[in-house]
């Protein structure tokens, strides 16, 4: 499971480490310690003319063909073991509307009881501070109205030993070579993607408990990230 991301870089050290086309235009986002499903979340796309551009969608994606919006708050995560066969995310995969999700880092959370009523949230980021890049897909929808919504979800698959302290679950952390055959940038058969989607190495990772004001979608200022 990932359902609270952090994404506190500036946008000039991202630009240069997703290696995004020059002439896209800035994303409009905001420094968040503390982003929950339904924020917008920056991607990275290949566009139709090939070029790696930077989008923000909101997360949680939301299928053609869903009545509402209210969808998002459970398609914010997608189970790589079966997410091809899910309707909610079939479409875009057989569209190939692949994305990374860019993060600094995610939390999670560790029970202290037997019945998870008392639990120490952690926060998880790269070991060597780096962007956190996350498999992703994206889709397009038209609200009733027409406004026309990008969306995207994260995909997970089961925990390395790191974050299984913490939980059974994580998101698909892609290494940096991979990342041009995830978009479709270098040529890939559906078999070297799904072989993709597995837990990354645990020495890639570092964890640290931090304070529960995490917990609270409110809060998002810097001070959520500091070790406890």
């Not at 991202?14 to 420094?31: G, W, Y």
Request: net charge positive; aromatic share 10%.
């Amino acid at each position: 499971m990932c359902g609270r991301v952090r994404l506190s870089s500036d946008y000039s050290e991202i630009k240069i480490k997703l290696k995004f086309d020059l002439d896209a235009p800035a994303p409009n986002f905001e420094r968040d310690w503390n982003k929950p499903p339904t924020a917008p979340m920056l991607v990275a796309i290949r566009s139709v003319d090939g070029k790696r551009t930077p989008k923000m969608m909101q997360w949680g994606l939301l299928p053609h063909w869903a009545k509402d919006e209210k969808i998002a708050y459970s398609t914010f995560n997608a189970r790589a073991e079966e997410f091809t066969a899910k309707p909610a995310f079939r479409d875009a995969w057989k569209r190939g509307q692949r994305c990374l999700v860019v993060t600094d880092g995610f939390y999670e959370w560790k029970k202290l009881d037997f019945k998870g009523k008392e639990k120490q949230p952690y926060a998880i980021a790269m070991a060597n501070d780096g962007q956190m890049v996350m498999a992703g897909l994206w889709a397009k929808w038209k609200s009733p109205d027409g406004e026309e919504i990008q969306s995207c979800t994260i995909l997970t698959c089961g925990s390395n030993n790191v974050v299984g302290e913490l939980h059974n679950r994580m998101p698909v952390i892609l290494a940096q070579g991979d990342w041009p055959k995830w978009l479709g940038e270098e040529p890939a058969t559906d078999d070297d993607l799904l072989a993709m989607l597995k837990p990354c190495a645990d020495e890639a990772l570092k964890i640290w408990p931090v304070d529960k004001k995490v917990g609270n979608v409110r809060n998002k200022g810097a001070e959520l990230a500091l070790a406890i």
